[in-house]
């Protein structure tokens, strides 16, 4: 049994991308193993037959009944889903193996250099995390907001290493009774998937326990870019404080965190970065995006046998397409009490049935989902229009009922409180 293992989670399109990080990994490491968990489901027999025997089906090995994985695959989407099973991965390591080192790496990062100061770590520490900024300035100049870390969370859990001790399996148990429930990208109740619950962790564990670590070289991402420089010494990518020239905070990239990309634009050689439109063109960052884009180039044929494979649990059992409000309905409903033992059936009295029977089922080919007011074709002359109706019921109304009014639409907005379209019944009792 090797010391170490490193492992991800994704859905079956994304087991390219795990085989091209794996690929970076077994460049530096080949004394630790690398094992992918897909969150997903596989039609094709043969396709099953073909994968590595480090290609592991989640739903057949980790410790979580078919009742709950139909919950959590339904009520989750993909990036809920799959980060919600992480302490669940972690807990199979635990409990089905020898390794004394367990990481966790997001599919889409690259190892670009020898990952043995983590482990090094690891060796002092139960857990260590990586934060999204690591340096402190007046002015911030990031082109991400920083109040957007306020509801992300402080850490960034594409990364995450634990030591096999009791330390590390308390906390894993923790996070993991958390994730059943509520791994959720929900401003209103201030969660944000698995990442927003660590935010405890530094009142919970002593320094010796915790380690969050500074090192820049870790978890280079779109989100850090603006405070790390990439250089080239001595043929080895380094990295430094943006604006700083000391010489003493210089460090190796080991690994980038590519989160955001457009990977299949990627492996035509160009750059796209969907999650920060603003995002500005470093130089130096293009000495790892073009390493990657190239990685993704070169292994091309297993990028390409997975990449357009569809995730499925966004669909009922007849094909029909699963969307954020279904999936919140549905929340809303269990936390009601409903019974609901298969949310993906199809048949006479299922939840897909309600949905059918109120006109709710998706028909357009517009993914509603990604809808926002900076996408949204037309958003001015409809501001207008809906500014218009408010102020004429504040006309009609008065101040104090309006303000009450808006003051309700927030938790009135939010897809959980439509079951009463459902039901009468949750007429008086959706909000």
């Not at 043995?116 to 990031?142: A, C, Q, R, W």
């Not at 569809?310 to 409903?333: A, C, E, Q, W």
Request: aromatic share 14%; proline share 3%; hydrophobic share 40%.
């Amino acid at each position: 049994m090797k010391d170490n293992v490193v492992f991800t989670i994704c859905a079956k399109n994304y087991i390219g991308l795990a085989q091209i990080l794996e690929k970076s990994l077994m460049a530096h490491h080949v004394d630790t193993d690398f094992l992918i968990f897909v969150a997903d489901e596989f039609l094709d027999e043969e396709l099953i037959k073909s994968l590595p025997e480090n290609v592991i089906i989640a739903k057949n090995a980790i410790n979580l009944d078919a009742v709950t994985w139909a919950d959590m695959s339904f009520k989750y989407n993909l990036t809920e889903f799959c980060t919600s099973i992480k302490p669940a991965v972690f807990l199979y390591l635990l409990n089905h193996s020898q390794y004394k080192n367990i990481v966790y790496l997001d599919p889409d990062i690259y190892i670009f250099s020898s990952l043995s100061p983590l482990f090094t770590m690891l060796d002092n520490h139960s857990i260590v995390l990586t934060p999204h900024m690591t340096k402190i300035s007046e002015k911030y100049n990031g082109q991400l907001p920083d109040t957007d870390f306020l509801g992300n969370g402080i850490f960034n859990l594409g990364f995450c290493g634990i030591r096999n001790d009791s330390v590390a399996k308390k906390m894993i148990l923790w996070w993991h009774s958390k994730l059943i429930t509520n791994c959720f990208i929900d401003p209103y109740f201030n969660t944000f998937t698995d990442q927003k619950w660590m935010d405890y962790l530094p009142g919970f564990f002593t320094s010796e326990e915790l380690l969050i670590t500074k090192h820049l070289g870790c978890n280079i991402a779109p989100w850090n870019f603006f405070e790390r420089n990439v250089t080239i010494q001595d043929e080895k990518l380094m990295v430094s404080p943006r604006d700083s020239s000391d010489d003493s905070e210089l460090y190796p990239v080991l690994f980038v965190h590519f989160s955001g990309y457009n990977y299949k634009e990627l492996k035509e050689g160009n750059v796209i970065q969907n999650n920060i439109a603003s995002l500005e063109d470093y130089d130096d960052i293009k000495l790892l995006t073009q390493t990657y884009a190239e990685a993704i180039k070169s292994n091309r044929a297993i990028f390409d046998q997975f990449i357009h494979l569809d995730y499925t649990y966004n669909s009922f059992k007849d094909g029909s397409t699963i969307s954020i409000f279904h999936r919140r309905l549905y929340r809303s409903l269990v936390h009601k009490g409903e019974d609901i033992s298969d949310p993906f059936y199809t048949g006479e009295g299922s939840f897909y049935h309600q949905l059918k029977q109120q006109g709710m089922l998706i028909k357009s080919s517009v993914n509603i989902d990604k809808v926002n007011k900076g996408n949204l074709k037309g958003i001015d002359s409809k501001l207008v229009w809906f500014n218009r109706i408010m102020k004429l019921c504040y006309k009609l109304i008065g101040l104090e009922r309006y303000l009450l009014l808006i003051r309700l639409l927030r938790p009135y907005s939010r897809y959980e409180s439509q079951i009463h379209l459902l039901n009468r019944r949750y007429e008086k009792d959706n909000i």
